[in-house]
């Protein structure tokens, strides 16, 4: 799947947020190995630490289903749904992409111009990688 159509539908998933609170708007589209691709958006509570990021939502989808091999994501977001420049992973979501990704998992991060593109060794150096960490 090319990029652009990757961020089409995490920008589609923007459209979904619920963020009473911020006012900004997220979403992800998540693209697994067999071209599935899961959409999420970010959900917020009032009392904030229940709120789970768009990322959060997709791959959590996508684990549900049983998908476990992953090959990119689009994150869009901004104040009131308007992208203006690049939306990168919070620090909880990109260990969740290390959870289940290697270091050449693509991220895509959108602007208001197009996007930026980083892997997971790019954006999250000296990661706590299960894999050394816990022996599998």
């Known amino acids: 799947m090319i990029p652009e ?26 693209l697994c190995a067999d071209g599935t691709v899961y959409q999420g958006c970010n959900i917020e509570n009032a009392s904030f630490s229940p709120t ?3 990322e959060r939502t997709a791959f959590f989808k996508a684990v549900y289903d ?4 992953f090959v990119a994501i689009a994150v869009c ?17 990109r260990q969740v992409m290390r959870e289940f990704c290697g270091d050449d998992f693509v991220i895509y991060m959108v602007d208001a111009e197009g996007y ?21």
């Open 66 to 69: 049983g998908h476990r091999d």
């Open 5 to 30: 159509k990757l961020i089409e539908l995490a920008k589609d998933a923007m459209t979904r947020a619920y963020a009473p609170y911020s006012g900004y708007k997220v979403g992800a589209a998540l």
């Open 116 to 136: 930026e593109a980083a892997t997971l060794a790019q954006i999250l150096p000296y990661s706590f990688d299960p894999k050394k960490h816990m022996g599998q």
């Open 52 to 54: 789970v990021c768009a």
């Open 77 to 93: 977001g901004g104040k009131d749904g308007i992208i203006t420049g690049p939306f990168p992973p919070c620090g909880v979501c």
